[in-house]
């Protein structure tokens, strides 16, 4: 099985603390003679104890940049979380995956990762923990598009329940994100129910004067420029595009609703 190299190669900082160790509980699952061949630091979650050091510098001495398969193995673990919030699993949330898996991975990987997932699936994950190791290891815009794919996923049926709501807004708290960046990612879900959604987006208030529109939204497009995630993969960095992008039709919303030039 390719899943084995691939687990294995290029990771750093999520084959310890919470992640490696439910990695660890399903690559036993995937792999005959269980985890004896692995690696064994975090697979086997002796570094999961509160208190613990998450950070590659802790670790080995110093601090690494995480490869893109860290952030690929971090955004398997939340989809899990997410995807389990509300008792379900749906086809919607599967395809929003498998899109991901097909463009980071080749056909073949895809399929075993998405093994990997349905293992995930079965454990009983902390994800505050997982997103806090997350935070010590990953820079701030890579999180913020680490929450968006997740809210995509949420949205994926049309539908934002109130258990994956409750699950996302710990995640992002616990990402380290603030409250106001992660109101004006879900304010993207809402154009069609929310009249204030561009102000929203902008993360501004819809009494903002003309100036401080222009303002929000040079501020907004210099934090979620997709060059700013551009180490984090292709996936990443189109997620910020997409934005990139919404930013600008919020501006130009405002611009039309108010006659700015």
Not at 56 to 72: T, V
Not at 110 to 138: F, S, T
Not at 215 to 229: E, G, I, Q
């Amino acid at each position: 099985m390719s899943l084995g190299k691939w687990i294995l190669g290029g990771l750093g900082f999520v084959l310890g603390g919470p992640i490696g160790a439910v990695i660890g509980l399903v690559l036993g699952g995937l792999f005959e003679g269980g985890i004896k061949s692995l690696p064994t630091g975090g697979f086997f979650g002796d570094d999961t104890q509160s208190g613990t050091d998450y950070t590659a510098e802790g670790r080995q001495g110093q601090r690494q940049r995480p490869s893109q398969g860290d952030i690929r193995i971090s955004i398997l673990v939340l989809t899990a979380c997410v995807m389990k919030a509300d008792g379900h699993v749906k086809k919607p949330e599967l395809n929003v995956v498998k899109q991901f898996l097909l463009k980071n991975y080749s056909e073949q990987e895809a399929k075993e990762v998405l093994k990997m997932l349905q293992g995930l699936l079965q454990q009983n994950i902390d994800h505050i923990r997982v997103a806090q190791q997350i935070r010590v290891n990953v820079n701030y815009s890579t999180r913020l598009e680490i929450l968006h794919f997740l809210l995509d996923l949420a949205h994926a049926d049309g539908e934002y329940s109130s258990q994956e709501e409750y699950v996302i807004e710990q995640i992002s708290n616990a990402l380290g994100l603030s409250n106001a960046d992660y109101r004006s990612l879900l304010a993207l879900y809402g154009k069609k129910r929310d009249p204030n959604w561009a102000y929203q987006a902008l993360e501004i208030d819809p009494a903002a004067t003309n100036e401080e529109v222009k303002k929000a939204y040079r501020r907004m497009a210099m934090k979620y420029h997709p060059d700013k995630v551009a180490s984090a993969g292709d996936d990443v960095k189109q997620r910020a595009t997409e934005k990139f992008r919404a930013i600008n039709e919020a501006y130009e919303y405002i611009k039309t609703l108010r006659g700015i030039n």
